[in-house]
T-cell receptor
Framework: QKEVEQNSGPLSVPEGAIASLNCTYSDRGSQSFFWYRQYSGKSPELIMFIYSNGDKEDGRFTAQLNKASQYVSLLIRDSQPSDSATYLCAVDTGRRALTFGSGTRLQVQP | GAGVSQSPSNKVTEKGKDVELRCDPISGHTALYWYRQSLGQGLEFLIYFQGNSAPDKSGLPSDRFSAERTGGSVSTLTIQRTQQEDSAVYLC????????????FGPGTRLTVL
């Protein structure tokens, strides 16, 4: 079992819809969780991080964390074609660096 | 500098050759990370430097890989006797202190081993 699992996609949503990206992790001791966006051929950029159970909202983005279920998600409201990218879930398991999932490719159809 | 810089942006080499990849972190950032990203995969941690402390080399895949960081700033990742499976994008990131939420990535070096 991978430490951080994501569906590779592609996840295809129409413009204006809500995109829901999911991630599960195996280490119950994980403390913090990160969502990075990576455009094709570019480096990852941080969108959001979350530490506590529940929801955290930032503009059109909402991160949701459920530590009991070892599940973290990212919702993108009013999806735009410019949101089309690969979204990487990353987990701080207490080691020196983040553990990344393989990413979910999102396609927003105009 | 304005951001993390890496050089070269692309490197094509022949199997068995040695390569050096360079990372220049954001000025003042004490932590520096090297990751590897193979095609269609997530990021694989390689090595971590924090200030003058001994580096965390736990992610290096073999003894052909080594890295150093001179003067607490620029870092060089060296791959000796390259193999085709070393082909990947090598990403460097830096952060202020150990706060992982402040980690900023460079543009990466795409390594192709023929």
């Amino acid at each position: 079992q991978k430490e951080v699992e994501q569906n590779s996609g592609p996840l295809s949503v129409p413009e204006g819809a809500i995109a829901s990206l999911n991630c599960t992790y195996s280490d119950r001791g994980s403390q913090s969780f990160f969502w990075y966006r990576q455009y094709s051929g570019k480096s990852p950029e941080l969108i959001m991080f979350i530490y506590s159970n529940g929801d955290k909202e930032d503009g059109r983005f909402t991160a949701q964390l459920n530590k009991a279920s070892q599940y973290v998600s990212l919702l993108i409201r009013d999806s735009q074609p410019s949101d089309s990218a690969t979204y990487l879930c990353a987990v701080d398991t207490g080691r020196r660096a983040l553990t990344f999932g393989s990413g979910t490719r999102l396609q927003v159809q105009p | 500098g304005a951001g993390v810089s890496q050089s070269p942006s692309n490197k094509v080499t022949e199997k068995g050759k040695d390569v050096e990849l360079r990372c220049d972190p954001i000025s003042g950032h004490t932590a520096l990370y090297w990751y590897r990203q193979s095609l269609g995969q997530g990021l694989e941690f390689l090595i971590y430097f924090q200030g003058n402390s001994a580096p965390d080399k736990s992610g290096l895949p073999s003894d052909r890989f080594s890295a150093e960081r001179t003067g607490g700033s620029v870092s060089t990742l060296t791959i000796q006797r390259t193999q085709q499976e070393d082909s990947a994008v090598y990403l460097c990131a830096s952060s202020l202190g150990t706060s992982l939420n402040e980690q900023f990535f460079g543009p990466g070096t795409r390594l192709t081993v023929l």
